[in-house]
């Protein structure tokens, strides 16, 4: 059985910080890529950050400057430090790992910034 799983969001005033967190199935994490998305109401899933198995990062324009994603191999877990957050950051972000055409996603974990 595969897993994926979220922690860390929560509520957080405007220019704070947040870091989260995604656990996943040692059979797999090695060899995937990892990547965090985000999804608010009435909009489509958006991604957020992206990190290969090679530790190569990719960003949303939005989010630039501001995220960094990065991989732990021995803890199997892959982090977002969310800092200067803004209120257009307010979503639920999920976390997903893609290897050879499977795909795995994570139950979100909510993040909302105030003001």
């Known amino acids: 059985q595969v897993q994926v799983a979220e922690s860390g969001g929560g509520l957080v005033q405007a220019g704070g910080s947040l870091r989260l967190s995604c656990a996943a199935s040692?059979?797999?994490?090695?060899?995937?890529?990892m990547g965090w998305y985000r999804q608010t109401p009435g909009k489509q899933r958006e991604v957020v950050a992206t990190?290969?198995?090679?530790?190569?990062?990719n960003y949303a324009d939005s989010v630039k400057g501001r995220f960094t994603i990065s991989r732990d191999n021995a803890k199997n877990t892959v982090y977002l430090q969310m800092n200067s957050l803004k209120p257009e950051d307010t979503a639920v972000y999920y976390c997903?790992?893609?290897?050879?055409?499977?795909?795995?996603w994570g139950q979100g974990t909510q993040v909302t910034v105030s003001s």
């Open positions: 997903n790992a893609q290897y050879w055409g499977a795909s795995y």
């Open positions: 990190v290969t198995t090679g530790s190569n990062t």
């Open positions: 040692s059979t797999i994490f090695s060899i995937s890529a």
